[in-house]
């Protein structure tokens, strides 16, 4: 996992990115998102809605950057402590999360 410097202050979290990460193949990459979409839960960050994968203990969350119309394209896994929340978690983008489930 690669420390996000940029994000240090604002949005302090971890990545592992396709092609730079030893041993992780881009199966690896697609069953890591189809993961995240069928099991993940929805949460904002401010107002972009997206789906998390929480470990078992809640301490930390995964998730992955998909465009408008998501498809098997994940080149980046995310992961963070849950110790912040960014924005009101009380209502969410129905319309993109019904995008992002796999069905």
Partial sequence: WIWARTYAESAPHWYVVLGRTPDLTR???IRAGRVIRTFGEPGNFWS???LYLFTQDRSRKFWC???AHPKDDVDLINMAT????????DTFDTERLARLRLT
């Fill in 82 to 89: 849950t110790d912040r929340t960014y924005g009101p978690q």
């Fill in 65 to 67: 950057m998909w465009g």
């Fill in 27 to 29: 199966e690896d990459f």
């Fill in 48 to 50: 972009h809605t997206n």
